[in-house]
């Protein structure tokens, strides 16, 4: 649907889309284990991967956005993306502004994170409604904001406390999104009232829910098993309140099998938002594979078998089955792209395709909002069937990205 004289509405998912509350030294890494050797990770080393390139939307949001919508030494992370129409996407970011000045978020610098203020200072999130236009020169994509709207605060999670003080349910937030625009260059956003999705048996405090675009599903991913049920809310204006899942919760061999292998130092986790493949058999979406830092760093090793609390998160490919019990059928080897310090926490939160091309927004070290893009035939090719990593648990790589910015090189 082009933009113009038109209004339209979108349901815009306050827990995953808008996120409110919210390397390894070498190319690749080799199982010492493994009888035979492994390949390299295809994404350490294809060219046109290199090419498209990492952007960086925080500066692109600080220096479009009107002076004064984001206030200096502001961290503007996790962002968001939906596609609207064309090459129109709405994004959300998260903003967290130190009430210590010496703690604020620097450009360029990712060694001021959130964590380390305990989140005690200021925090929002900003909409932005933008155009991402390929370059005809270079390999760089333009950014052209056409509306925003902020500041939005709110709470994500209601959680249900029983007699003892345990939690035994939680309920989320969702919104509709009206988007009316004057013509192809200035639009007006607005924010619905929020409606609560409430799962009365959920008894976690899990932020990783993760939403089928473009229907009223939702999955609900467990840590550590990676166990996944499914929720199908009818309504996002009037969403049924649960208190089981559609779907028997259910996990493959696999990430049964790896649970018990890495006792938890390694664990599948939530993502972004699926979408459906052209097949209309199998979704793709991006998830996070967390681990602890003594994996790849020796200082981070665990002593006394404490585990330690700082972790690295990773990408990782992954496609399901789009009817029950929504097996996932291909996962990806994990990677993690260049980040200024290794600070190691990269946060999937969005998927959308631009073309023949995939955009992947992330969170950089709860400092800076990024948009790595993919092309469609590195993502097929990344993919693996999930069996056919049984026979070798080890044999699974976690690959650090080359250092490249923007569709060239960094220092």
């Known amino acids: 649907m082009p933009l113009g004289h038109s209004s339209f509405s979108l349901i815009f998912n306050l827990f995953v889309v808008v996120s409110l509350t919210f390397g390894v030294a070498t190319q690749s890494t080799q199982s010492t284990q493994s009888a035979q050797p492994q390949p390299l990770h295809p994404f350490c080393t294809w060219p046109n991967v290199r090419a498209r390139g990492i952007h960086d939307l925080s500066a692109f949001l600080q220096d479009a956005l009107p002076v004064g919508t984001i206030a200096n030494g502001s961290c503007i992370f996790n962002p968001a ?86 939690a035994t349910s939680l309920q989320v937030a969702v919104s509709r999104i009206l988007i009316m625009c004057k013509d192809d260059q200035q639009c007006d956003i607005a924010v619905g009232f929020p409606n609560g999705l409430h799962y009365a048996k959920s008894r976690k405090f899990d932020k990783n829910w993760c939403p089928l675009n473009g229907t009223a599903l939702m999955a609900y991913p467990v840590y550590g098993s990676f166990a996944r049920g499914f929720f199908n809310w009818s309504n996002y204006d009037a969403p ?37 493949e052209d097949s209309g058999t199998t979704y793709l979406a991006v998830g996070h594979l967390r681990m602890v830092n003594g994996c790849f760093h020796a200082q981070g090793l665990p002593r ?39 600070y190691g926490v990269v946060f999937p939160m969005g998927l959308d395709r631009l073309g023949d091309s995939f955009l992947v927004s992330y969170g950089d070290s709860d400092q800076s909002a990024k948009l790595l893009v993919l092309d469609a035939s590195a993502i ?18 976690m690959c650090s990205l080359p250092c490249w910015w923007e569709g060239g090189a960094c220092s």
């Open 81 to 166: 993306l939906v596609h609207v129409s064309g090459n129109t996407y709405l994004v959300s970011v998260r903003l967290y502004l130190s009430l210590n000045p010496s703690r604020r978020c620097q450009p360029g610098s990712s060694d001021r994170p959130p964590k380390n203020d305990e989140f005690k200072g200021r925090k929002t999130n900003i909409l932005a409604l933008v155009k991402v236009n390929s370059n005809q020169y270079n390999a760089r994509l333009d950014f052209e904001l056409i509306g925003h709207y902020g500041r939005i605060f709110g709470h994500l999670y209601l959680r249900m406390l029983d007699e003892a003080k345990v």
């Open 240 to 276: 049924i309140p649960h208190d089981h899942f559609i779907a028997n919760k259910t996990t493959e061999e696999y990430f049964s099998r790896f649970a018990v292998a890495f006792k938890g130092y390694m664990t599948y986790s939530g993502g972004t938002p699926a979408i459906l």
């Open 304 to 342: 006394w078998a404490v585990k330690p609390l700082s972790s690295l998160m990773e990408h990782g490919l992954i496609t399901f089955s789009a009817s029950p019990p929504y097996h996932i059928t291909h996962i990806s080897h994990s990677f993690i792209p260049y980040s200024p310090n290794h």
């Open 380 to 397: 097929h090719a990344a993919l693996l069937p999930l069996d056919s990593f049984l026979a070798d648990l080890t044999a699974y790589q």
